[in-house]
């Protein structure tokens, strides 16, 4: 993995660990209560493997998935605006994707793990990696990005075979609403595949309940379409 700064407070969840990028990579790993279902991969935001991004996992498994949130940040988590930055640019988007496909290894191959694809799903830094990861990996079936973050230029779609539910907010100074446009055109015009880009009257992490800008009404509404749209495409 990229040299990352040391854990400065918590250390995030970690209970598994696999091979990844010609290294050992960790994350945290959820069983729904049958013991076995679709797999689907949760991606932190630029905070890490936080208390939030298990609960996200844990909810997943809940209803019916296997569910792994692979550690970008192997261990450390971020507490400050700058901290997270920092942290974020320390890992560049190819070493990124690079994880993010042993992830998917891994947890195909798990027995529990029912699916031959993988939904991904993921917030903020991890909603631009749900695009990234679905555009480099036709494993993954459903791609989920909670206001995205896409740093540089956007991704090749051309290899694209994912399905895409995108929610965004529309007060996210970020992420402006305008900026969709391209990014649907982009997905559209080299994949063929119309990407449902959903907008709501919230911010940037208007889904994340350990923030002051979470919206419930929001959240709630955007959790009640992304469990059917993985049950439907993650087989």
Not at 201 to 214: K, L
């Amino acid at each position: 993995m990229s040299e990352l700064p040391k854990p400065t407070g918590s250390p995030s969840h970690q209970n598994v660990t696999f091979p990844s990028a010609d290294s050992t990579a960790h994350g945290y790993l959820a069983l729904p209560p049958s013991g076995s279902g679709p797999g689907v991969i949760v991606i932190q935001e630029w905070w890490g493997l936080t208390d939030h991004i298990a609960d996200v996992t844990d909810r997943l498994a809940q209803e019916g998935f296997v569910a792994l949130a692979p550690d970008l940040y192997g261990g450390n988590v971020a507490h400050e605006n700058e901290e997270a930055l920092r942290m974020m640019q320390a890992l560049p988007v190819a070493k990124g994707v690079e994880l993010l496909s042993g992830a998917v290894d891994y947890l195909l191959a798990r027995p529990e793990v029912t699916s031959e694809t993988v939904g991904s799903v993921g917030f903020c830094m991890g909603g631009g990696f749900v695009l990234y990861q679905a555009a480099a990996d036709p494993r993954v079936s459903a791609a989920v990005p909670f206001y995205g973050v896409i740093r540089g230029e956007l991704p090749d779609f051309s290899g694209l075979k994912a399905e895409v539910l995108g929610h965004y907010g529309e007060l996210d100074a970020s992420i402006p609403v305008e900026s969709l446009d391209p990014l649907r055109e982009a997905i559209k015009g080299q994949s063929g595949i119309t990407p449902d880009l959903r907008v709501y009257p919230a911010n940037h992490a208007f889904f994340n309940n350990d923030r002051e800008v979470y919206d419930a009404e929001s959240a709630t509404r955007a959790w009640e379409s992304t469990v059917p749209f993985l049950k439907e495409r993650v087989r």
